[in-house]
């Protein structure tokens, strides 16, 4: 396993998880389900300034993960995105701090094409070969009515099958949940 251990010294660009070999891993994102197909009318991608209703502007998402089809996992590290001595933060903040970046942050069609995957072989892979369980899908942002901001986030289970959820940004983080990044 590729882990690099959790010292407190790790700052928010620190990868805890490097993975230097790995499947590339193809979206078709015409065969996947939106945000509003898979969670309903009430949900879509959020649209402007973190701090308005997520209905107008420009849509919260990596656009350069938007824009992929294909993730190698060679390029791949997971993160915290925690600064020296912090045990928790909100998912507003690690998002903050995610998008200064120079890494792509996948978005929603990459983490529900994995959920989908026949078998789901690409995060039993996650968990076989790197001990990955749980991890949230930072690259898109998510809103539901009324005005709330969350990520996707896929977890492992116990019977070793994969499930989707969702989670709040304005919900404590702790340091051992952890981002996907690729690298350019």
């Known amino acids: 396993m590729d882990h690099v251990s959790h010292h407190d010294e790790l700052t928010a660009t620190d990868p805890v998880v490097v993975i230097t070999e790995g499947p590339v891993f193809r979206v078709d994102r015409t065969k ?107 690259g898109t942002v998510m809103c539901h009515d009324g005005g709330y901001r969350y990520f996707l986030i896929l977890s492992r289970e116990g019977s070793g099958a994969w499930h989707w959820d969702y989670r709040w940004l304005k919900h404590e983080r702790r340091r051992g949940w952890l981002a996907p990044m690729f690298s350019l």
């Open 32 to 138: 996947l389900p939106t945000v509003t197909d898979l969670l309903g009318d009430e949900w879509t991608v959020w649209k402007g300034p973190k701090n308005g209703e997520g209905l107008e502007g420009e849509e919260d998402q990596d656009a350069r993960a938007t824009a992929m089809n294909a993730f190698d996992f060679s390029r791949m590290k997971f993160v915290h995105g925690f600064k020296d001595g912090e045990d928790s933060i909100d998912g507003e903040q690690k998002l903050e701090r995610l998008k200064v970046f120079p890494d792509v942050r996948p978005d929603f069609a990459f983490g529900i094409g994995l959920f989908l995957e026949e078998g789901q072989k690409t995060l039993r892979w996650l968990y076989d070969n790197h001990g990955i369980t749980w991890f949230e899908v930072p």
